[in-house]
């Protein structure tokens, strides 16, 4: 078994003993990457996620004329606004995940390209908010500064790739609990009752426990099955009150089967007081069609200062 991601240890000790998950096969992967640079050469257009009733800004380097966006005919799935060099797109409601739509948007100065497409596919929670379009040469000043944010990247890698390797030396199961706690013990509390849940989740939630250690958060969820169709997790996000995103991993030990009750655990290396909360938490299963979101998510306050043995 790979060795877990970011803050794992913290999870890994509430998963102790159990079977690693199949992975599922997936769907293609829409992006929400914040850049997307157009050539003059046709290629295929960029697969851009959205995400329903969340609006999708795409903001370009170039005026656009009056008209300039169109949506594939009939469809009704989303709207959109325009501006001086901005499109905003506006998925509604029943904008369902893994559903397409074409955006096409052309320009006004002649020069190429001079037009560019996208597909918007639907994901339940991983949409892009802000999406900078360029088509016109860079300066040597821009191409400096990404190749310095690139360099920057790959040594964060490799800080990642160490981090990772002294995780795996590190002791898993109770005495990964042991080990964790060496300096300050795990916190946790019952958010069962003070969570809110949406009506429309594909899960009733039964229990729910979050989980706070320096530099990790955990949330413990057992949810009840009532589909004929087994459930399994692919992805969750943590979203605070202030608007930022925290993108979980997730531990599930089966598939939930129709009518029975399973555990789930998410979790990811952030310092609990980096998060505006409550929170919202959302999860989705691995084609992306049922979904959970529940409300009033908080974590217990770390305690930095244990009391001397």
Known sequence: MLPPPSGSLLVLTLLAGTAETAEPPRLPE??????????????????????P?????????????????AVESGNRSVSVAQGDDFVTVYPKRGFLPTERVKLMVRFADGAAPESARFWLVGHAARGARRVEVFRHPRSADALEKEAAEAQAGANQCQEEKARLLT???EPGGLMGA????RTVPMQ??????????????ALPTQAARSYSHPG??????RFLNPGTEPWTAEGAVLKDSAGASVELSVWQETAISSDTIGAIVVGAQREPGQLSCPCTLK??????????TIGNVTFPAVKRNPEPK
């Open 30 to 51: 829409c992006s929400a990457a914040s850049r997307v640079d157009l050539t003059t050469e046709p290629n295929e257009a960029p697969l851009v996620c959205a995400t």
């Open 167 to 169: 995780e795996r030396k």
């Open 283 to 292: 999860l989705w299963e691995a084609q992306g069609t049922r979904t959970v």
């Open 188 to 201: 946790s509390k019952d958010i069962w009752r003070q969570a809110k849940y949406n009506p429309d989740n």
């Open 53 to 69: 009733e969340e609006p999708v800004t795409f903001v370009f380097d170039s005026p656009l004329p009056p008209g300039a966006v």
């Open 216 to 221: 990790s958060i955990a949330v413990k969820l």
């Open 178 to 181: 042991a080990w964790l706690e």
